[in-house]
């Protein structure tokens, strides 16, 4: 009669941990750098694991074209983005063991 309500406490409890695993690798996330750059070099972008810029730096010979440096910052904060966003899938898919939930995605920040 109540076998039910053993495999709902088991989903209860498997939540839990879930969310509890979930909090943690957030609270990871922000200690985690990821380094892109664009021009050979020239500019390099750090974001932390969630996305958020850290630290840009820009080699000096890169300020001589406005145009070409605004192109070098964006390429090189997107491909700095784009390691925390696959190392980002990866943790989730290993810890979800795969399954596409709701509201996962918003643990990436902006994207």
Do not use: C
């Not at 990821?34 to 021009?39: C, I, L, T």
């Not at 983005?81 to 795969?98: C, D, V």
């Amino acid at each position: 009669m109540f076998g039910g309500l053993g495999n709902l406490t088991n989903l209860l409890k498997s939540a839990k941990e879930l969310q509890k695993q979930m909090a943690d690798l957030q609270a990871d996330l922000t200690n985690r750098r990821y380094e892109g750059d664009a021009g050979a070099g020239m500019v390099r972008a750090t974001v932390d694991g969630r996305g958020s810029l850290i630290d840009i730096r820009i080699d000096p010979q890169a300020t001589k074209d406005v145009e070409l440096l605004e192109d070098l910052v964006k390429a090189a904060v997107g491909a700095a983005s784009g390691k925390a966003q696959e190392e980002m899938k990866r943790e989730l898919t290993a810890l979800t063991g795969g399954l596409e939930l709701p509201g996962l995605s918003g643990l990436m920040g902006p994207g």
